[in-house]
């Protein structure tokens, strides 16, 4: 078995989804779909798009405040900081036909999918509940070969749920690289 850990060392910790583009080019993978799940600002989407140029991307975040026991942010943004990151995505992506903007929630976002995703990336909410949710949504959403993957796989400040959601999911089957803490799994 590969040691994508170790594949993936090099890259720097900022650098979330990168560690999941390694994995699919060593796979062999094309992605024609990728779905992302809490795009905030779009750092992660550029990477897809970088590495991915064909690939339609499919950016999901309601940007709508939080209780503050959902932030994970030192602090929560009010209603209106969460419009102006959401008028950013829409200009910044603004153009390319392959990238599409969806202003919901997980759940919502996951009932409207019925296309075969090839990498869903799920960097939304981070309490046990919401994460558990989210993979159960999107899990038969993803394509035999495929990825479903994540970030914050650790017990740092208000992801805790991560691991415990994904380790319920997937047991030890299922790639961590720590450095980036990100997990994945491919959809045998």
Same mark, same amino acid.
């Given at each position: 078995?590969?040691?994508?850990?170790?594949?993936?060392?090099?890259?720097?910790?900022?650098?979330?989804?990168?560690?999941?583009?390694?994995?699919?080019?060593?796979?062999?993978?094309?992605?024609?779909?990728?779905?992302?799940?809490?795009?905030?600002?779009?750092?992660?989407?550029?990477?897809?798009?970088?590495? @991915?140029?064909?690939?339609?991307?499919?950016?999901?975040?309601?940007?709508?405040?939080?209780?503050?026991? @959902?932030?994970?942010?030192?602090?929560?943004?009010?209603?209106?900081?969460?419009?102006?990151?959401?008028? @950013?995505?829409?200009?910044?992506?603004?153009?390319?036909?392959?990238?599409?903007?969806?202003?919901?929630?997980?759940?919502?976002?996951?009932?409207?999918?019925?296309?075969?995703?090839?990498?869903?990336?799920?960097?939304?909410? $981070?309490?046990?509940?919401?994460?558990?949710?989210?993979?159960?949504?999107?899990?038969?959403?993803?394509?035999?070969?495929?990825?479903?993957?994540? $970030?914050?796989?650790?017990?740092?400040?208000?992801?805790?749920?991560?691991?415990?959601?994904?380790?319920?999911? @997937?047991?030890?089957?299922?790639?961590?690289?720590?450095?980036?803490?990100?997990?994945?799994?491919?959809?045998?």
């Amino acid at each position: 078995m590969t040691d994508y850990a170790r594949l993936t060392d090099h890259i720097s910790r900022r650098h979330n989804v990168l560690p999941i583009c390694v994995i699919a080019k060593h796979l062999g993978m094309e992605p024609r779909h990728i779905v992302e799940v809490g795009v905030y600002k779009s750092q992660g989407a550029v990477s897809w798009r970088r590495e @991915f140029p064909d690939a339609h991307l499919w950016l999901v975040d309601p940007w709508q405040a939080r209780e503050p026991k @959902f932030s994970i942010y030192r602090e929560n943004p009010e209603q209106a900081d969460w419009d102006a990151l959401h008028l @950013f995505n829409q200009k910044f992506w603004w153009g390319d036909e392959r990238a599409h903007i969806m202003r919901c929630t997980s759940g919502e976002a996951a009932e409207l999918m019925r296309l075969p995703l090839d990498i869903v990336y799920l960097d939304g909410l $981070h309490d046990y509940e919401n994460v558990r949710d989210d993979i159960r949504r999107w899990l038969p959403l993803v394509t035999r070969g495929g990825i479903i993957s994540g $970030h914050d796989y650790s017990h740092g400040r208000g992801h805790g749920g991560v691991i415990q959601a994904v380790d319920e999911a @997937f047991g030890d089957d299922k790639i961590v690289c720590e450095r980036q803490k990100v997990w994945a799994k491919i959809i045998p």
